[in-house]
């Protein structure tokens, strides 16, 4: 039997599951927690569709509203994690995960600690949902509307609109299956790219206005403090996505935001155009990610971290 088949066994015979992405959770991770959840509970299984943290921008996927905190006393037959490689960053589900008799991991990163019994593993995948979608349908479940369309939207988040590289022949058949199973990606181009809100675009200009730039501009680090997303009356979650709109600047090859999370936790975001692999720098500061995409989290001050990474992006040979 091969890896797929065993998973697929254990998936079928499984009564009672658990699935969680990661903290800080992207469109990808709750769209692949939701997803499969949806699948799986309309299969005839008990699903704990688990998130500790429920960011607004997101509560347009179907069943946003079933997702709950993990209960520690809970046990179950299979825990599924998805869409992390880090096995520190399912945070408080690592209980859900020790409270379950078997696991499964299906993920995208290029590095992953993956321990569970089976791992559904591509680092070529534009998401996590493109791996568990093809895994279901290759498999014979059935997906429903409402779970095509949180495929959907993981796929489009995670592409960027079917934009990168990982987003090849294979995703846009895959995406159409979906469209196929009735998922409706007008909903999802409405809520994730026509329904903006102004405070977030004149806080993206200033973001830009003030980024440094570095090696010419081919390089760009911008810093987004407490004070100046309140500045615009904006919370942290929402500064989500604005390296990407650094990284779009023409003459841009790498873009890189700090973020000051709390006072001694600082997040920072990579994005290059072309040939960076930002992966690379991000686990020098102990995270990762994907060529094009990746991230860190670092203990320490913002005014402390800043010159820090200054210097790493200083450092880097002809990006
Ligand atoms: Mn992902």
Not at 14 to 36: C, F, W
Not at 139 to 165: H, P, Q
Not at 217 to 229: H, K, P, Y
Request: glycine share 8%; net charge negative; proline share 3%.
């Amino acid at each position: 039997m091969t890896e797929q088949e065993k998973a697929n066994r254990l998936l079928r015979d499984a009564q009672t599951v658990a699935i969680s992405g990661h903290v800080n959770p992207d469109g990808d991770s709750y769209a692949s927690v939701l997803g499969l959840g949806l699948v799986l509970s309309e299969a005839g299984k008990t699903v704990d569709m688990l998130a500790e943290e429920q960011i607004s921008h997101f509560s347009y996927l179907p069943a946003f509203a079933a997702l709950r905190p993990v209960d520690e006393k809970r046990n179950y037959d299979l825990f599924i994690r998805v869409d992390l490689g880090d096995t520190t960053r399912l945070g408080r589900a690592q209980i859900a995960l020790a409270n379950s008799r078997h696991s499964i991991n299906f993920d995208h990163h290029l590095t992953n600690d993956g321990r569970c019994d089976y791992a559904i593993l591509d680092p070529k995948a534009s998401s996590t949902c493109e791996i568990i979608a093809a895994f279901l349908l290759e498999n014979g479940w059935t997906i429903s509307a409402d779970a095509a369309t949180a495929f959907y939207a993981g796929i489009t988040t995670d592409s960027n609109r079917f934009l990168y590289d990982t987003s090849g022949a294979r995703t846009h058949r895959l995406a159409a299956r979906l469209l196929d199973c009735g998922a409706d990606a007008k909903r999802v181009y409405f809520h994730e790219y026509q329904n903006e809100n102004p405070k977030r675009i004149a806080f993206e200009g200033a973001v830009v206005e003030q980024a440094l730039s570095l090696h010419d501009g081919r390089v760009m680090l911008a810093n987004i403090t407490q004070e100046l997303i309140a500045k615009y009356g904006l919370a942290m979650p929402e500064a989500e996505g604005v390296v990407d709109t650094l990284r779009n600047l023409q003459g841009v090859e790498v873009a890189v935001i700090l973020k000051e999370q709390k006072q001694d936790v600082q997040k920072v975001s990579f994005r290059s155009k072309e040939k960076v692999n930002v992966a690379k720098i991000a686990e020098s500061f102990g995270g990762g990610g994907h060529t094009k995409a990746a991230g860190a989290t670092i203990e320490g001050e913002n005014k402390d971290v800043f010159p820090l990474l200054r210097s790493v992006l200083e450092g880097l040979d002809r990006p």
